[in-house]
Each structure stands twice: as structure tokens, then as C-alpha cells.
């Protein structure tokens, strides 16, 4: 019953909130085209039998030397601009999923056990935390991928969880402390519910809700992390199409007016990253309690 | 509070022990030292010289001690490229990058936690509306984006300010300025809004979201009630208090502001420690790397401290056994 009252007190006041609508199909669209790469882009810039350097550096369309179908121009290679940034979209998706998916499951297992168990497990795992945390999840990456390389996405994932599970750990912990003195979780354990099924059964649903909007947030940190770490040149391999990477590539020609190669991955990579932060800036202030109630 | 900065300072020892641990492995197993020092044509004969002369024969632990014993007295090693000691390499770009870091967070500060303030008096004026619309594009723009597309619009395009470099430098001895001349504040403009970006916006957004909570105890209230001027209520009761948990995350979050200033060193040109971090990546030159690790570490562990003992001695709330 409550389950089904908060689920439609959520979708009402999504459905009032038009940034928080406008965020979550701008986010959709970018999803949908990705996934849809392969289809609906009129070339696979990194195809090499597909590109011809007889179309180098064309402006886009709607310019004086505009050639169909590069829409909106093409790099110094040939390689359409449109078509590289819906395949870099997949490359800033698939970081931005892989991290949250891993770092999200880690960081809330270490929190749910350093809040449940308390005493030197949570002394030790905070105290790490922390310390990862002043490092800072940005730092710890660059350096890593500068001293190991930087061969495949997996290692770039890997990379920027090093840190990231620490946003997870202490939010899961904040949230399992307050979780855990409630009555329900000691009449389930007077009923002799072992510590596994009081973690899972019990703690985890009840404490989860937090770690909600952290995904949010954490999903446009880590697509505009994986962007940076590729313009610097450690991040996906060079054979990847990265917004990064893209940027970095058109900045070379920033002093003779080449725009688009800079402007239009630019303009996909913060829409991505606005579009996601409306939807997490909905979701932070409904399910804050703290703010609900001054409300 | 004596015990609670013992026990900071010995973590504090432990993490960077580890630091070099991790360091003396990236030196001793990432690519072969020997090779690196004695050349790739070196015959073998040579080869073992160079790999005695280093020590690089002995056992490992003895291997570790004699690094942290160098470590410690500021010995890492010469570049592998230009054969400088990579503790002298790095300092010399110092200056660059402390006046940078320096100029973009009391940017960011200032900026920042002033509009903060403004906005949570009024949330929903529409000008205030507009600022955090604003600050919602600051923190959806990557660095990186923000320099590349500040040198388009004022050095491209408009063509008022310099794209990069540090402009003219005056030479104090130890320490080479840019605040000294024209031409060095000229240059620094836009890599300090670059780096100033970000963490302003960060920083607006915690002071905004502190002000609303605060503003709406009954102390307060109160302070309202007596009478108090506008003035003192907002910046003495209401953000005195908002203001220690922001000051501690700006501290907290140093190594983030290290992070992004190696961004801005690289797009600007700016000859700095981030700059020559990089080149050192590209250039496989372990020595450098790892004495920027080892004193990145350094630094942010000490920032961190202070941080720490500093809170504890505002926050009266908080007492340390």
C-alpha cells in the first residue's frame, strides 16, 4: 500500500515538474539514439572503407561548401561529425553505465556493511573512503590510466571507480544508520533472521532510496569525467569515438574557424550532462526528506 | 584535541606510505629502469654497471628503504629526458601553478559564496532564477569545454585576451611572478575563470542549499524578532554557519582543484606542474611521475589536516577524545 502511494506521489509531481520531464527525454532521446547508432547514422566514422579524405573538413549544410549527407560538417579524417558524436554518445553511455552499475553495487555493499556492523569495519572502510575521496575520483583516474595505459574502455571504467564507490559507500552507511535502530529491524531479528536476510531483506529495500539520486548525479559526473580523461588523451583507445576525443581533435583547428568540429560535440556532451542533472535535481529535492517536511 | 591531531598526523603518515609503495612499484616494474637510464643500445656489461650503480641488485626491501630514505631528503631521481632531477623539474613550475590555483579559488570564493547568499534570500525572483539556471550549466560544463570555448569566444574570435602561455614573468630568485605585471594578469584571466568555474558553481549551489535550511531556524527567528539590521543577521548568525561545512568541502575536495588544474595547464599552455605532469605521461618519464605523485600526496594530505583541525576548533559542537 505505502509502496504504491510514494510510486504515485513520485510520478505526480513528475509529471507537474516540466524540467524534470524535459530532462528525462533529453536523456531518452540521447539512449535511444545510441543504442540505435548502427541505423540511423549515415556512416560508421570508424568504418575505414567508408571514409574518403575527398570530404575532409567540410563545413555543414547549411554553409557555402556543405556537402549532403554530412549534416553537420565533417573532421579532418572525412568522418561525418554527426555520426561520430551518436557513436561517441555510446562510448559516454557505456562508461557512464558501466561505472555507476559497478562503483554503484561496491560502494553500496561497503556502506550497507560499514553501517550495519559498525566498529573497526566502519573505522577502516570510512577511513579509506576519505581518504580516496580528498584524492578525488578525477585525480586518482588520470594518474592511473597515465602509469597502466589506456587499452579499452574496461580499463577506463576501471579507473574512475578506484574512487567513485566512495559516493555510494557513504550515503548507503548515512542511510543504513538511520534504517537499522527501527523497530521492524528488531522484531525481525527477535524472529532469529540471520544477518544475510536482515541485510537484504530488511535494510537494503528500506535504505536504497538515496542511493537513487546519487546514481543521477553520479551518471553526468562520470560521462563528463570520461570526456575529460579522453581529451587528455588516456582515456578510451584511439579507435573508439569519444566527445573527448572528438573536441580535443577540433581544438587543432580552433585558430582557422573549423567551429564545428568543437561546437557541436561539445553541445551533445552538455546537453547529455544538463539533461541528466534536471532529472537529478527533481529527484534530490523529492525524495529529500529534510526539505519535504519544511515544505 | 591533542590526541585527535596525533592520531590525524600518523594516518596521515600511513596513506603516504602507501603512496610509496605504490610509487616504488610504478618505478621499479613499470618498464625497466636500467633501460631507461642506460640507454637502449647499451651493451650488457653496461647494463650491469648502471643496474649496480643504482642499487637495483640489491633485495627488494632494501630497495624500498633506500627510496623512501631518498624521498625523504627530496632525492627521486633525474628525469629520464632531460636528465634534471625531477624534484628541482617540478618545483621550478611551482609558482605557475600555485598563483593559477590561488587567483581561481578566491574567484570562485568570492563569486560563489556571494551569489549563493543572494539567491537564497530571494529564490524565486526571476533574476535569481536565471542564476541558478546558470549554475546549472556550470556544473553540466566539463572544464575542459569551458577553456576551449572561452579561448574561441575572447582570443579567436574577439581576440582581447591571450590564448596561452604565462605571458611576462618577473624573477624574484625563488620564485618566478606573474602578478607583477600587466602583461602576467593579462595572461591569467582566462585560465583562472576556467578553473574558477566549476567549483564556483559547486560552491554557489552548497551556499544557496545551506542559506534556505538555515534561514529557517528559530534562532533566526529570533535574531530577526530582536530587531537586528538585515546585514548582521544574513552574514553573522545565518552564514557563519553555513559557511563551516562549505569551507570544509572546498578543503576536502583540494585534490579535485589539482585534477582540473592539470585540465586548464594543458589547454592554456600554462607552464605549470600539471603541464609537465602531462608531457611526462606522453613521454613515459617515471621519475617526474612519480615525485608529482608523491607531492600532490603530500599536499593534499597536509590541506586535508588543517581542514580537519580547523573545523574541529570552529565547531564547537564537536569534541574529539
Same mark, same amino acid.
Given at each position: 500500500?505505502?509502496?504504491?502511494?510514494?510510486?504515485?506521489?513520485?510520478?505526480?509531481?513528475?509529471?507537474?515538474?516540466?524540467?524534470?520531464?524535459?530532462?528525462?527525454?533529453?536523456?531518452?532521446?540521447?539512449?535511444?539514439?545510441?543504442?540505435?547508432?548502427?541505423?540511423?547514422?549515415?556512416?560508421?566514422?570508424?568504418?575505414?572503407?567508408?571514409?574518403? *579524405?575527398?570530404?575532409?573538413?567540410?563545413?555543414?549544410?547549411?554553409?557555402?561548401?556543405?556537402?549532403?549527407?554530412?549534416?553537420?560538417?565533417?573532421?579532418?579524417?572525412?568522418?561525418?561529425?554527426?555520426?561520430?558524436?551518436?557513436?561517441?554518445?555510446?562510448?559516454?553511455?557505456?562508461?557512464?553505465?558501466?561505472? #555507476?552499475?559497478?562503483?554503484?553495487? &561496491?560502494?553500496?555493499?561497503?556502506?550497507?556493511?560499514?553501517?550495519?556492523?559498525?566498529?573497526?569495519?566502519?573505522?577502516?572502510?570510512?577511513?579509506?573512503?576519505?581518504?580516496?575521496?580528498?584524492?578525488?575520483?578525477?585525480?586518482?583516474?588520470?594518474?592511473?590510466?597515465?602509469?597502466?595505459?589506456?587499452?579499452?574502455?574496461?580499463?577506463? &571504467?576501471?579507473?574512475?571507480?578506484?574512487?567513485?564507490?566512495?559516493?555510494?559507500?557513504?550515503?548507503?552507511?548515512?542511510?543504513?544508520?538511520?534504517?537499522?535502530?527501527?523497530?521492524?529491524?528488531?522484531? $525481525?531479528?527477535?524472529?532469529?533472521?540471520?544477518?544475510?536476510?536482515?541485510? *537484504?531483506?530488511?535494510?537494503?529495500?528500506?535504505? #536504497?532510496?538515496?542511493?537513487?539520486?546519487?546514481?543521477?548525479?553520479?551518471?553526468? #559526473? #562520470?560521462?563528463?569525467?570520461? $570526456?575529460?580523461?579522453?581529451?587528455?588523451?588516456?582515456?578510451?583507445?584511439?579507435?573508439?569515438?569519444?566527445?573527448?576525443?572528438?573536441? $580535443?581533435?577540433?581544438?587543432?583547428? &580552433?585558430?582557422?574557424?573549423?567551429?564545428?568540429?568543437?561546437?557541436?560535440?561539445?553541445?551533445?556532451?552538455?546537453?547529455?550532462?544538463?539533461?541528466?542533472? *534536471?532529472?537529478?535535481?527533481?529527484?534530490?529535492?523529492?525524495?529529500?526528506?529534510?526539505?519535504?517536511?519544511?515544505? | 584535541?591533542?590526541?585527535? =591531531?596525533?592520531?590525524?598526523? =600518523?594516518?596521515?603518515?600511513?596513506?603516504?606510505?602507501?603512496?610509496?609503495?605504490?610509487?616504488?612499484?610504478?618505478?621499479?616494474?613499470?618498464?625497466?629502469?636500467?633501460?631507461?637510464?642506460?640507454?637502449?643500445?647499451?651493451?650488457?656489461?653496461?647494463?650491469?654497471?648502471?643496474?649496480?650503480?643504482?642499487?637495483?641488485?640489491?633485495?627488494?626491501?632494501?630497495?624500498?628503504?633506500?627510496?623512501?630514505?631518498?624521498?625523504?631528503?627530496?632525492?627521486?631521481?633525474?628525469?629520464?629526458?632531460?636528465?634534471?632531477?625531477? +624534484?628541482?623539474?617540478?618545483?621550478?613550475?611551482?609558482?605557475?601553478?600555485?598563483?593559477?590555483?590561488?587567483?581561481?579559488?578566491?574567484?570562485?570564493?568570492?563569486?560563489?559564496?556571494?551569489? /549563493?547568499?543572494?539567491?537564497?534570500?530571494?529564490?524565486?525572483?526571476?533574476?535569481?532564477?536565471?542564476?541558478?539556471?546558470?549554475?546549472?550549466?556550470? =556544473?553540466?560544463?566539463?572544464?575542459?569545454?569551458? /577553456?576551449?570555448?572561452?579561448?574561441?569566444?575572447?582570443?579567436?574570435?574577439?581576440?582581447?585576451?591571450?590564448?596561452?602561455?604565462?605571458?611576462?614573468?618577473?624573477?624574484?630568485?625563488?620564485?618566478?611572478?606573474?602578478?607583477?605585471? +600587466?602583461?602576467?594578469?593579462?595572461?591569467?584571466?582566462?585560465?583562472?575563470?576556467?578553473?574558477?568555474?566549476?567549483?564556483?558553481?559547486?560552491?554557489?549551489?552548497?551556499?544557496?542549499?545551506?542559506?534556505?535550511?538555515?534561514?529557517?531556524?528559530?534562532?533566526?527567528?529570533?535574531?530577526?524578532?530582536?530587531?537586528?539590521?538585515?546585514?548582521?543577521?544574513?552574514?553573522?548568525?545565518?552564514?557563519?554557519?553555513?559557511?563551516?561545512?562549505?569551507?570544509? =568541502?572546498? /578543503?576536502?575536495?583540494?585534490?579535485?582543484?589539482?585534477?582540473?588544474?592539470?585540465?586548464?595547464?594543458?589547454?592554456?599552455?600554462?607552464?605549470?606542474?600539471?603541464?609537465?605532469? +602531462?608531457?611526462?605521461?606522453?613521454?613515459?618519464?617515471?621519475?617526474?611521475?612519480?615525485?608529482?605523485?608523491?607531492?600532490?600526496?603530500?599536499?593534499?594530505?597536509?590541506?586535508?589536516?588543517?581542514?580537519?583541525?580547523?573545523?574541529?576548533?570552529?565547531?564547537?559542537?564537536?569534541?574529539?577524545?
Amino acid at each position: 500500500m505505502a509502496e504504491r502511494r510514494i510510486r504515485s506521489r513520485l510520478l505526480y509531481s513528475y509529471l507537474r515538474d516540466p524540467s524534470a520531464i524535459a530532462g528525462s527525454i533529453i536523456l531518452f532521446i540521447f539512449i535511444l539514439a545510441a543504442l540505435l547508432a548502427p541505423w540511423i547514422t549515415p556512416q560508421n566514422p570508424y568504418d575505414l572503407e567508408k571514409l574518403t *579524405l575527398e570530404y575532409f573538413l567540410t563545413p555543414p549544410i547549411w554553409m557555402e561548401d556543405g556537402t549532403a549527407p554530412f549534416i553537420l560538417g565533417t573532421d579532418d579524417q572525412g568522418r561525418d561529425i554527426l555520426s561520430t558524436i551518436i557513436y561517441g554518445c555510446r562510448t559516454s553511455l557505456l562508461v557512464g553505465f558501466g561505472v #555507476v552499475l559497478i562503483a554503484g553495487t &561496491i560502494g553500496v555493499t561497503i556502506g550497507m556493511l560499514a553501517g550495519y556492523y559498525g566498529k573497526w569495519v566502519d573505522t577502516v572502510t570510512m577511513r579509506v573512503a576519505d581518504t580516496l575521496f580528498s584524492f578525488s575520483t578525477t585525480l586518482l583516474a588520470f594518474l592511473f590510466l597515465g602509469v597502466f595505459g589506456h587499452g579499452s574502455v574496461f580499463i577506463v &571504467i576501471t579507473a574512475i571507480c578506484i574512487a567513485d564507490w566512495v559516493r555510494y559507500a557513504r550515503t548507503m552507511r548515512g542511510s543504513v544508520l538511520e534504517v537499522k535502530e527501527a523497530a521492524y529491524i528488531m522484531a $525481525a531479528r527477535a524472529t532469529g533472521a540471520t544477518d544475510l536476510r536482515l541485510l *537484504l531483506r530488511h535494510i537494503l529495500p528500506n535504505a #536504497v532510496t538515496p542511493i537513487f539520486v546519487v546514481v543521477a548525479v553520479d551518471l553526468a #559526473v #562520470v560521462i563528463m569525467l570520461e $570526456a575529460t580523461l579522453s581529451f587528455l588523451g588516456v582515456g578510451v583507445p584511439l579507435t573508439r569515438p569519444s566527445l573527448g576525443m572528438m573536441i $580535443a581533435n577540433g581544438k587543432q583547428y &580552433i585558430y582557422v574557424g573549423m567551429w564545428w568540429m568543437i561546437l557541436f560535440p561539445g553541445a551533445a556532451l552538455v546537453m547529455l550532462v544538463v539533461g541528466i542533472n *534536471l532529472f537529478a535535481d527533481w529527484l534530490r529535492e523529492e525524495l529529500n526528506p529534510k526539505i519535504k517536511r519544511k515544505a | 584535541m591533542g590526541t585527535y =591531531i596525533a592520531r590525524r598526523l =600518523i594516518q596521515g603518515v600511513a596513506v603516504l606510505l602507501v603512496a610509496s609503495m605504490l610509487c616504488f612499484a610504478i618505478f621499479r616494474y613499470m618498464g625497466d629502469p636500467v633501460v631507461a637510464m642506460a640507454g637502449l643500445y647499451a651493451t650488457f656489461e653496461e647494463r650491469e654497471m648502471v643496474r649496480r650503480s643504482m642499487g637495483l641488485d640489491k633485495p627488494i626491501y632494501v630497495q624500498y628503504v633506500r627510496f623512501i630514505w631518498n624521498a625523504a631528503h627530496g632525492n627521486f631521481g633525474r628525469s629520464f629526458v632531460t636528465r634534471v632531477p625531477a +624534484l628541482d623539474l617540478i618545483l621550478e613550475r611551482f609558482p605557475a601553478t600555485f598563483e593559477l590555483a590561488c587567483v581561481a579559488v578566491v574567484m570562485a570564493f568570492c563569486i560563489g559564496v556571494g551569489s /549563493g547568499v543572494l539567491v537564497s534570500l530571494k529564490p524565486y525572483a526571476w533574476r535569481n532564477r536565471a542564476i541558478m539556471a546558470g549554475s546549472l550549466g556550470g =556544473i553540466s560544463l566539463p572544464t575542459f569545454l569551458t /577553456g576551449i570555448l572561452l579561448i574561441m569566444v575572447f582570443a579567436v574570435y574577439l581576440g582581447i585576451l591571450p590564448p596561452y602561455g604565462r605571458g611576462e614573468v618577473l624573477d624574484l630568485g625563488f620564485w618566478r611572478t606573474g602578478f607583477l605585471t +600587466l602583461d602576467g594578469l593579462w595572461h591569467l584571466v582566462l585560465p583562472a575563470t576556467t578553473l574558477a568555474m566549476y567549483q564556483l558553481a559547486v560552491l554557489l549551489r552548497l551556499t544557496r542549499a545551506g542559506m534556505r535550511e538555515v534561514l529557517t531556524e528559530e534562532y533566526i527567528k529570533t535574531a530577526w524578532a530582536k530587531g537586528l539590521p538585515p546585514r548582521k543577521v544574513i552574514f553573522k548568525h545565518a552564514l557563519r554557519n553555513v559557511l563551516i561545512p562549505v569551507v570544509t =568541502i572546498t /578543503g576536502l575536495q583540494f585534490g579535485e582543484l589539482i585534477a582540473f588544474s592539470i585540465v586548464t595547464e594543458t589547454i592554456y599552455q600554462w607552464p605549470g606542474m600539471g603541464n609537465l605532469l +602531462l608531457t611526462s605521461i606522453y613521454e613515459n618519464d617515471q621519475p617526474v611521475i612519480v615525485t608529482y605523485i608523491m607531492l600532490a600526496a603530500l599536499i593534499i594530505l597536509t590541506v586535508n589536516i588543517i581542514v580537519d583541525i580547523l573545523y574541529a576548533l570552529i565547531n564547537p559542537k564537536i569534541r574529539y577524545g
